[in-house]
């Protein structure tokens, strides 16, 4: 019997200065993101804090096996071309219930990718507040326990976000990153 499909958050970081690079592979990675277009629940490059320059990818995937994020990381156009320096795989659960386009975002205000590499506390989402996107749990490939945590979410600055999450002491194990939802143009 086969593997029931599961969710996978992947994010990859870029190398510096790899402009050039991604604009020479960028129709080779949309081609192959076409592939899982029915599987792509998120996804979106992060950018410099000003917007203008790309840093990384975001990808959350539905994949039929752990075997297949593979094929879905070291297959991929910009990996395959050098584009990245890291590329971090966990196991997803949404803690929404709600996919990312029924979020409603406000035109005005810039979207954040928040990575946590250490167990959230139970009110994280609340401390996130309303302009949350995406919010889910991670754990490794292996399946151990659930260990961190991925958001993107709407504010004014990473500093409102660090701000808003002040009280919650694991400052140390987050990164947040300047993020825009992705896909073909």
């Not at 094929?71 to 990312?100: K, N, S």
């Not at 810039?110 to 009110?123: M, N, T, V, W």
């Not at 976000?161 to 992705?182: N, P, V, Y």
Request: charged letters at 25%; glycine letters at 8%; proline letters at 6%.
């Amino acid at each position: 019997m086969a593997e029931p499909a599961m969710e996978f958050v992947f994010y990859c970081r870029d190398k510096p200065n790899v402009g050039a690079l991604l604009e020479r592979n960028v129709e080779a990675h949309w081609s192959f993101m076409d592939r899982y277009a029915d599987r792509l629940l998120t996804r979106g490059p992060t950018l410099t804090d000003d917007g203008e320059t790309h840093t990384g990818s975001l990808h959350i995937v539905r994949l039929d096996s752990v075997v297949e994020t593979g094929t879905f990381a070291y297959e991929e156009p910009f990996y395959r071309a050098g584009v990245y320096d890291a590329v971090f795989i966990r196991r997803w659960h949404d803690r929404l219930g709600r996919p990312m386009r029924d979020f409603k975002p406000d035109d005005d205000v810039p979207f954040y990718l928040i990575l946590g590499h250490a167990e959230p506390p139970s009110s994280l989402a609340a401390m996130l507040g309303d302009r949350l996107a995406v919010y889910g749990w991670t754990q490794p490939l292996d399946g151990g326990a659930w260990s961190g945590f991925a958001a993107i979410l709407q504010a004014p600055s990473r500093q409102a976000i660090k701000d808003r999450l002040a009280s919650a002491l694991f400052d140390a194990s987050l990164e947040i990153h300047r993020w825009r939802i992705g896909g073909r143009h």
